[in-house]
């Protein structure tokens, strides 16, 4: 039923979901390009038409009272992000704790234009040995997508060409703001440094 209702918004909306290849049961799921409120009720309504639910990450903070719980009831963690390398390592362990966690998140970390990419995302799917699934919201075309996904090889320079050519051509509400798909030299050098590569 709710995937019916899901699929009958979007249809109103003028909008459609397709998941173009077979996902696996666990995976990282990265959305982009982000650039509006209007990207996270149109990737819950996207993904609910095609049967998927996701868990997403937010500050602890906004996780209080009623609207906590509702957070909490359609998918979301809280997490603190003051506490240094908590990030990453809960991330990890909850795929280790859930063998059919779909854990989605923006690796832009801002509505606003930025020069890149932060990295979590690559360093979460890596140690937990999950594939990143390239998600996508086209505004131009009115489609929220599922595209290929992605298995890190170890060398995040080739990842991220991959991850840069798929999203050549995706264009968020407002293009203006979308954020350069490139690390900063000082992440590159620190995962070469971590992995000998």
């Not at 799921?29 to 095609?50: E, K, Q, R, V």
């Not at 992000?81 to 059919?100: D, P, T, Y």
């Not at 919201?137 to 170890?154: A, E, F, Q, V």
Request: hydrophobic share 40%; proline share 5%.
């Amino acid at each position: 039923m709710l995937q019916f209702i899901s699929t009958s918004i979007l249809s109103l909306c003028g909008w459609k979901a397709k998941a173009e290849y077979d996902i696996p049961e666990q995976f990282l799921l990265i959305g982009a390009p982000h650039t509006s409120n209007w990207d996270f009720p149109l990737t819950l309504l996207g993904l609910s038409s095609i049967g998927i639910r996701f868990s997403w990450v937010a500050k602890h903070t906004l996780f209080k009272g009623p609207v906590g719980m509702f957070f909490k009831k359609i998918g979301g963690i809280p997490v603190n992000r003051s506490v240094r390398g908590g990030f990453l390592s809960g991330m990890v362990e909850a795929f280790q704790i859930n063998r059919k966690l779909i854990l989605a998140i923006a690796p832009e970390g801002t509505r606003s234009k930025t020069d890149h990419w932060k990295a979590g995302f690559y360093h979460i799917a890596t140690k937990a040995d999950v594939e990143i699934c390239l998600g996508y919201l086209d505004y131009p075309t009115k489609t929220i997508g599922l595209g290929p996904t992605l298995k890190p090889s170890g060398d995040m320079t080739a990842d991220f060409k991959i991850i840069q050519d798929f999203y050549a051509n995706k264009t968020g509400k407002f293009p203006e703001k979308q954020s350069e798909i490139k690390l900063r030299d000082k992440e590159l050098a620190i995962f070469a440094q971590k992995t000998g590569k």
